[in-house]
């Protein structure tokens, strides 16, 4: 089925950024946490026939792409980052689409949503990034394993922050959810908001280390009752990251935790996604299951290194009708 919404002609897909009042968290609720349950089959299934779901063509799909650049985290997390590299991706944050391409879709400046880096390279993001609005994003806690000594993992957020990082992305100690602790999984997200301060905290679950979307459910409650502003699947280290299955589960519990406090939480699939039509089918999915509220910066985030490259491809096919080779749109 063609989808073609009358709200996303490519001119207004830039919004206007709008802004939710944080998460404040809640009590643990632990008969909450122990009710939640999940049906992996028909989780599966369903997750099966989403890409089939909706195709969007021409205009509109180029207007959802250049959406989904605005909510791209444009990451770099290697052991042989450079402040080059940093630079070179923190240009591309800025000037995600070439102006040719913008001025045929007769389309506004457009930027990403965030640049995702290691704590040691926040300072050079910041400064490359002044003056943009651009928020750079430090994956702290001792990542991507989270097993660095606790009181380690938040001083590292406490001097991200301090360095110029207004998003901080947490991973959650695993083993508390293998073990069913949530009261340990609780204290420790609370901590890790609490030395946050005004940045806003996304708590990667590691989806898939938690051995159950059960887990995935839980885990997510619990998260969000401790404070978390987002909820991301995945660090991209794991052997496997972002997957629809457990997007289901955890867009589903950002729903429930909405109903039942009013308090949006954001969501950011991570890792492995690198496709346009796939980001494709991730905003379809939030659009159908959460509603265009969380088709924004502040709500939605894609963590991905190299996803902005094949959705220039796109683009430029979308105004030339030809494609370009993929070393064109190289990140870093
Ligand atoms: O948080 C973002 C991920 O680390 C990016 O993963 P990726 O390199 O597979 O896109």
């Keep these: 089925m063609e989808t073609q919404s009358s709200d996303s002609p490519v001119r207004t897909a ?45 205009d509109y799909q180029a207007a959802w792409l250049l959406k989904a650049i605005t909510m791209i985290d444009l990451t770099t997390l290697s052991g042989d980052d450079t402040v080059g590299r940093v630079r070179r991706l923190c240009a591309k944050a800025r ?57 380690l993992r938040v001083a590292e957020i406490e001097e991200s922050v301090q360095a110029g990082a207004e998003e901080i992305d947490i991973v959650i100690s695993r083993r508390h959810v293998l073990s069913g602790n949530w009261q340990a999984l609780y204290d420790e997200m609370k901590a890790f908001r609490a030395a946050c301060g005004d940045a806003h905290v996304k708590a990667i679950l590691a989806t ?10 839980r885990a997510s409650l619990v998260c969000m009752m401790a404070g978390a502003d987002f909820i991301k699947t995945s660090t991209g280290k794991e052997s496997v990251n972002a997957t629809l299955p457990v997007s ?5 519990a950002i729903r429930d ?25 991730y905003l379809a999915l939030i ?4 509603g265009d509220r969380w088709l924004e910066p502040d709500l939605f985030r894609f963590g991905a290194s190299s996803l902005l490259g094949d959705i220039e491809r796109q683009l430029e096919h979308y105004v030339t009708g030809a494609y370009s080779a993929g070393y064109r749109h190289s990140m870093g």
């Design 14 to 58: 830039h919004l206007p950024q709008v802004t939710e009042p944080r998460n404040p968290g809640m009590d643990l609720d632990l008969d909450w946490v122990r009710a939640v349950q999940a049906n992996t089959s028909a989780i599966e299934r369903r997750a099966a026939t989403l890409p089939g779901r909706r195709s969007v063509k021409k």
């Design 95 to 151: 000037q995600p689409v070439s102006p040719t391409l913008l001025r045929a879709m007769d389309m506004t400046p457009i930027t990403t949503g965030a640049v995702c880096v290691y704590h040691d390279m926040v300072e050079t993001a910041v400064e490359a990034l002044e003056g943009t609005g651009i928020p750079v994003a430090a994956v702290s806690t001792g990542f991507p394993a989270g097993l660095s000594p606790f009181h």
């Design 208 to 217: 898939g280390e938690l051995g159950s979307l059960r887990n995935v459910a």
């Design 248 to 252: 289901l589960v955890m867009i589903r």
């Design 257 to 281: 935790y909405y109903d039942r406090t009013g308090y949006r939480v954001g969501y950011k699939p991570a890792g492995g996604i690198s496709k346009a039509k796939d980001a494709l089918v």
């Design 287 to 290: 659009k159908d299951e959460l």
